[in-house]
C-alpha cells in the first residue's frame, strides 16, 4: 500500500512515476493479488490519463472518503471517483 506518492516536480515526465506505478502493480500481480486500487484527488485530464495509460479504470468502482479529522459530530462523506 502507498499513501501520496508524488513525483518531484524536477524530474516529471521522464517516465519514473509510471515506473515506480508499474513496478507495484507487476509486484500485487507476483503475489497473486487479482486488483490494484488507486484513489486521487487530481481531477485533471493529464493526471487521469496518466492512471488509464497504466490499466487503471475510473469507472470500475466507486470510491468515497470520510475527513475523520473534522472531529466528532461533523463526518461527511465525499465521492472521490466517478
Not at 486500487?37 to 468502482?61: I, P, S
Not at 466528532?72 to 472521490?80: D, V
Request: hydrophobic share 40%.
Amino acid at each position: 500500500m502507498g499513501e501520496k506518492v508524488v513525483t518531484d516536480a524536477t524530474y516529471r515526465r521522464q517516465g519514473h512515476g509510471g515506473a515506480v506505478l508499474r513496478e507495484a502493480i507487476e509486484r500485487v500481480r507476483a503475489a497473486n493479488c487479482y486488483k490494484r486500487m488507486l484513489l486521487t484527488g487530481r481531477k485533471d485530464a493529464a493526471t487521469l490519463g496518466f492512471y488509464r495509460g497504466l490499466g487503471f479504470d475510473a469507472e470500475a468502482k466507486q470510491g468515497m472518503i470520510i475527513d475523520l479529522r473534522a472531529g466528532p459530530g461533523s463526518l461527511q462523506a465525499k465521492q472521490t471517483v466517478g
